[in-house]
């Protein structure tokens, strides 16, 4: 009996012993420390759903009389450009000032000729013509030729009393020039027509100058036949 009560005392003392050793070398780790506070998240609103939602944008009915695709608008509204249809065989990239241009044309041709700047398909002049008389002291003067229309093939001689000085002058744009000595007291100058041109009469225009190169006459003529003559008569005193 003894012996029993004894080692229940000396059981005792050591698990005393042992639990305040223990006891004395474990320390307890402290809890963190934080510099800032966690967030709190907002709290979600929860709508009613029954409620009228101011958020959402209004949607907008369509109107099909504004959607062209659907039903074009009239051309023919007040104040919209008048319809684009027309008899008209012209195009788009035609000039509109080209229907003018024919009657322009004719009426220029039909000055011209009026005016002897063109020759014609009209009458012939079947007789000689007179260009004028003048009087001069000069010795001799300076005949220019060219032709006064189209260039067509006129064709034109000079002579002087009879005296043939240029027997073929082809008339072009350009002046042919001819040199006619002049006899004391009267002098008789002839341009004869050789032929007349592919487009009409004989036409020339002609120029005289004195031995000082003063312009004593510039004339023309028109539609001259063939073999026909235009003259002048120049007294030298």
């Known amino acids: 009996m003894k012996h029993l009560l004894f080692f229940i005392l000396f059981f005792t003392a050591v698990t ?3 639990q305040t050793e223990f006891s004395t070398k474990y320390k307890s780790i402290p809890a963190p420390k934080f510099s800032a506070k966690p967030k ?14 101011l958020d959402m944008p209004a949607i907008k ?31 788009d990239f035609a ?31 079947k007789k000689n013509i007179s260009l004028g008389d003048f009087k ?24 002087s009393n009879d005296k043939i000085i240029a027997n073929q002058i082809f008339l072009d744009v ?14 008789k100058l002839d341009f004869t027509a050789l032929n007349i041109g592919t487009l009409g009469g004989n036409t020339a225009e002609i120029q005289v100058y004195d031995d000082r190169g003063n312009l004593v006459t510039n004339d ?15 007294t030298k005193e």
Do not use: C, H
């Not at 509109?96 to 000729?113: C, F, H, I, Q």
């Not at 002046?175 to 007291?185: E, R, S, T």
């Open 220 to 234: 023309y003529w028109n539609n001259l036949a063939a073999g026909f003559k235009a003259s002048i008569i120049v």
């Open 61 to 91: 009915t369509p109107n099909v009389f504004d959607n062209t695709s659907i039903t074009p608008k009239s051309k023919f509204q007040i104040g919209e450009e008048k319809s684009k249809f027309t008899m008209s065989t012209e195009t």
């Open 174 to 187: 350009n002046f042919k020039q001819v040199k006619v000595d002049l006899a004391n007291g009267f002098n």
């Open 95 to 125: 000039n509109p000032g080209d229907r003018y241009v024919p009657k322009m044309e004719k009426e220029l041709d039909k000055a011209l000729k009026a005016e002897g700047l063109k020759e014609g398909r009209g009458p012939l002049v």
């Open 40 to 53: 709190k998240l907002p709290a979600t609103d929860v709508k009613d759903p029954t409620a009228d939602n």
């Open 136 to 159: 001069t002291k000069s010795d001799y003067f300076i005949i220019k030729l060219r032709d006064f229309g189209a260039i067509d093939g006129d064709l034109v001689s000079v002579s």
């Open 16 to 18: 005393v012993s042992a």
